[in-house]
């Protein structure tokens, strides 16, 4: 079957990524009919080569142009990322051949969250042995970035694994970890371009979050509000959804 991603293409057709028996895109109009002109009958399929592991697609972006990026992962050691033209058919400018490899062998960095920045710069986001906090920044082809941490990777032994990634209109970007004090709490942290910890956010750039009454929680999906607000959807046996205050220390129970 097909475990779907969807996204607005921009221009009112839906585009889901996701994984069967092979790695596949789908792109569909406005009345939810394959558009001809996307791949192969409106999709694209890419067969693997390690069909015996459940393959996921961890994240993805689509860009204004119709264009999209894909971070694939084939299997239980190796992650891509592919870029894909508005047809369908490998942007070949992009890496090698339309895609940039990163095997576990690398830092053994595992990187589930994407995110691209106002200036076309790709963050990815992920973990490190023992739970440590990555960051790779790559360049608009897929390149290392070099102005970005120390050769292109950010490693922080103080955060414990990144497992979301926002992007802010201003550049910046909020990613979501654990408190290494307490694994019971997770933790925001604010970033700038250049993959140094914002100052200027809450207690120089983390916001550890403690909401009263939760006890053991996690945070699987947040929205950053205009007005510098959070929105939290917490997965612990509360199950709530809660808002935080731009100062970080108010909370409103939706």
Same mark, same amino acid.
């Given at each position: 079957?097909?475990?779907?991603?969807?996204?607005?293409?921009?221009?009112?057709?839906?585009?889901?990524?996701?994984?069967?028996?092979?790695?596949?895109?789908?792109?569909?109009?406005?009345?939810?009919?394959?558009?001809?002109?996307?791949?192969?009958?409106?999709?694209?399929?890419?067969?693997?080569?390690?069909?015996?592991?459940?393959?996921?697609?961890?994240?993805?972006?689509?860009?204004?142009?119709?264009?999209?990026?894909?971070?694939?992962?084939?299997?239980?050691?190796?992650?891509? !990322?592919?870029?894909?033209? *508005?047809? =369908? #058919?490998? &942007?070949?400018? @992009? %890496?090698? /051949? $339309?895609? +940039?490899?990163?095997?576990?062998?690398?830092?053994?960095?595992?990187?589930?969250?994407?995110?691209?920045?106002?200036?076309?710069?790709?963050?990815?986001?992920?973990?490190?042995?023992?739970?440590?906090?990555? !960051?790779?920044?790559?360049? *608009?082809? =897929? #390149?290392? &970035?070099?102005? @970005? %941490?120390? /050769? $292109?990777? +950010?490693?922080?032994?103080?955060?414990?694994?990144?497992?979301?990634?926002?992007?802010?209109?201003?550049?910046?970007?909020?990613?979501?970890?654990?408190?290494?004090?307490?694994?019971?709490?997770?933790?925001?942290?604010?970033?700038?371009?250049?993959?140094?910890?914002?100052?200027?956010?809450?207690?120089?750039?983390?916001?550890?979050?403690?909401?009263?009454?939760?006890?053991?929680?996690?945070?699987?999906?947040?929205?950053?509000?205009?007005?510098?607000?959070?929105?939290?959807?917490?997965?612990?046996?509360?199950?709530?959804?809660?808002?935080?205050?731009?100062?970080?220390?108010?909370?409103?129970?939706?």
């Amino acid at each position: 079957g097909l475990k779907a991603r969807n996204r607005n293409d921009g221009h009112g057709n839906l585009l889901l990524v996701g994984v069967g028996g092979a790695i596949s895109s789908v792109k569909l109009d406005v009345n939810g009919f394959p558009l001809v002109d996307y791949g192969r009958f409106g999709a694209i399929t890419d067969t693997l080569t390690t069909p015996e592991y459940d393959v996921s697609c961890n994240e993805d972006h689509i860009y204004a142009d119709g264009s999209h990026l894909a971070l694939f992962q084939p299997t239980q050691y190796a992650i891509y !990322l592919a870029k894909y033209k *508005p047809d =369908g #058919s490998p &942007d070949a400018a @992009f %890496g090698g /051949n $339309g895609r +940039v490899d990163f095997p576990y062998g690398a830092a053994n960095a595992g990187y589930v969250e994407l995110g691209v920045l106002p200036s076309g710069r790709i963050v990815l986001g992920g973990e490190a042995s023992g739970n440590t906090f990555i !960051l790779m920044g790559l360049l *608009p082809d =897929g #390149s290392v &970035d070099p102005s @970005f %941490g120390t /050769n $292109g990777i +950010v490693v922080r032994n103080d955060l414990k694994g990144c497992t979301g990634l926002e992007v802010l209109p201003d550049g910046r970007f909020l990613c979501l970890t654990t408190d290494p004090l307490d694994l019971t709490h997770f933790a925001f942290a604010m970033f700038t371009a250049d993959g140094e910890l914002d100052p200027t956010f809450m207690d120089n750039g983390v916001l550890n979050v403690f909401p009263p009454g939760f006890g053991t929680h996690h945070c699987d999906h947040f929205q950053y509000m205009p007005d510098g607000r959070l929105l939290l959807a917490d997965a612990s046996l509360s199950e709530r959804i809660i808002r935080l205050t731009a100062d970080g220390i108010g909370v409103v129970d939706l």
